[in-house]
């Protein structure tokens, strides 16, 4: 089983409609983010969270938001889709620095989103 | 100005050469500094960090660090073409975020 799991892995929606990813670890890290990926424009950081208490937003949040329900979990929504958050949207996470950790972010697979 | 910038390429190199690829970053108090591997289709996977100015190596790569200029590189070596994919520089800035260039896609020709 993958240690960062998304779901869900494909999905297609209209605009206006409400969206949620789910992102769920079994590698026991305090930190997640979600990312999106557009082409040529590498990983966009949409928001990232430290712990259960602590969201922060990243490059492009506007549009989009987090719930942090447990460390294991963090759900990324989008009220209100338009089409151009089509795009690969990916959860990762990491250990955090006192830990001696290289910081390595580890990803899931990935959910891609059409917006129509 | 982007936090992190990388040439988006393509870049082709000739099998068995190195391939070269930079990045630069504007946050001086940046930590650590990444490179991650994509295949078209799969997620991204670390092949190399460097926290220290200076070189890191291993194996074929060597990623390479100057703080005072704000760059980073990645030098493969050997170049084979399975190491065609897109290289994504990472940085983990002064406020412990993590930060993506937007990829340099190289092409290793038979």
């Known amino acids: 089983d993958a240690d960062v799991t998304q779901t869900p892995r494909n999905r297609i929606t209209k605009t206006g409609k409400r969206i949620m990813l789910e992102c769920s670890q079994t590698k026991g890290h305090d930190r997640m983010y979600w990312y999106r990926q557009d082409p040529g424009l590498g990983l966009r950081l949409i928001y990232y969270?430290?712990?259960?208490?602590?969201?922060n937003k990243g490059e492009i949040s506007d549009g989009y938001s987090v719930s942090r329900q447990a460390q294991a979990k963090f759900s990324l929504s989008l009220e209100s889709a338009i089409p151009n958050q089509t795009a690969l949207y990916f959860c990762a996470t990491s250990a955090p620095n006192d830990r001696a950790d290289t910081g390595e972010l580890f990803f899931g697979e990935g959910s891609r989103l059409t917006v129509l | 100005q982007k936090e992190v910038e990388q040439n988006s390429g393509p870049l082709s190199v000739p099998e068995g050469a190195i391939a070269s690829l930079n990045c630069t970053y504007s946050?001086?108090?940046?930590?650590?500094f990444f490179w991650y591997r994509q295949y078209s289709g799969k997620s991204p996977e670390l092949i190399m960090f460097?926290?220290?100015?200076g070189d890191k190596e291993d194996g074929r790569f060597t990623a390479q660090l100057n703080k005072a200029s704000q760059y980073v590189s990645l030098l493969i070596r050997d170049s084979q073409p399975s190491d065609s994919a897109t290289y994504l520089c990472a940085v983990r800035s002064s406020a412990s975020k993590i930060i993506f260039g937007s990829g340099t896609r190289l092409s290793i020709r038979p």
């Open positions: 946050d001086r108090g940046s930590q650590s």
């Open positions: 969270s430290f712990d259960v208490k602590d969201i």
């Open positions: 460097i926290y220290s100015n």
